[in-house]
């Protein structure tokens, strides 16, 4: 007697899918932390901004003159919306066997790649579109003469001089905030404690280069246009290899609005 059996995913199983991708994105990534976010129709392929480029000088109006329409200064700029994703498999054996704890495992490590490529994306393009002049570290802070307190309060100055913006978050690499632990010789406090005391929110991520900090206001460098946030699509049964594929993506643009509440530490 021939028995046919049915190639879908119980629901339960999906769902347990998604909910990991969802949850595993929110542990990851950090680069939503560093901007804010627009969220636009699905179909969205080109998302069109103005870029802040500076203030004319603003003069006294006399009672009944008309407003100057040039006092603030803007370029016009696009962002192309792209799509970021992974596939993963899960093999009929592993259905049959109810092996939750494998499956999970995959859908958690999609979720990872993807969280970790949207930050690699997200910081490039805070770095690349800086536009606070670079500060140049004293020293590396590994070494005895680095110091990171002076180096992170030159950048947040250099930021303030720009239209007044308040940066609140440095962003490292944990490397770097490894050697924020260290001793301040003539603090005797740790450096950790002396950049905090600057208020800044210390975030730390293996996407950010190992010898640049990131220095900003959070509330006007950038904007994530987010068009498909994280999902999951499928299953799709393949019969020649026995195995449901189910692919995870999401649909972003990255834009910085005003480049000189971003300032740049390198050689640190």
């Not at 046919?4 to 769902?15: D, F, N």
């Not at 109810?98 to 770095?127: G, P």
């Not at 020293?139 to 303030?160: H, L, R």
């Not at 643009?253 to 740049?264: K, Q, S, Y």
Request: hydrophobic letters at 40%; aromatic letters at 6%.
């Amino acid at each position: 007697m021939t028995v046919i059996t049915s190639q879908i995913l119980p629901a339960e199983v999906l769902q347990v899918i998604s909910d990991l991708v969802v949850q595993e994105a929110l542990n990851v990534r950090v680069g939503r932390q560093l901007v804010t976010i627009e969220k636009v129709p699905p179909g969205t392929q080109v998302y069109k901004y103005r870029k802040f480029t500076g203030f004319s000088e603003v003069a006294e109006i006399p009672e009944g003159a008309e407003f100057p329409l040039e006092g603030i200064k803007f370029e016009e700029a696009t962002i192309e919306i792209k799509k970021i994703g992974k596939a993963f498999k899960v093999t009929r054996e592993e259905n049959l066997a109810n092996k939750i704890i494998s499956i999970a495992n995959l859908a958690k490590d999609a979720a990872r790649v993807i969280a970790l490529k949207e930050d690699e994306i997200i910081l490039n393009t805070l770095i690349n579109e800086a536009g606070t002049t670079p500060v140049t570290a004293s020293a590396s802070w590994d070494s005895d003469t680095g110091n990171p307190y002076n180096d992170v309060n030159n950048a947040i100055a250099k930021v303030e001089e720009n239209y007044l913006y308040r940066p609140d978050t440095i962003v490292l690499h944990p490397t770097k905030i490894a050697d924020l632990r260290r001793i301040d010789p003539d603090a005797k406090r740790p450096y950790m404690e002396l950049v905090q005391s600057l208020d800044l929110k210390v975030v730390g991520t293996p996407q950010m280069p190992t010898d640049k900090a990131l220095v900003l206001d959070t509330k006007n460098a950038g904007l994530l246009v987010l068009a498909e946030d994280i999902s999951v699509e499928g299953p799709t049964y393949e019969q020649k290899s026995q195995s449901y594929l189910i692919n995870v993506f999401e649909r972003f643009g990255v834009a910085v609005l005003r480049p000189h509440a971003i300032c740049i530490i390198k050689n640190i």
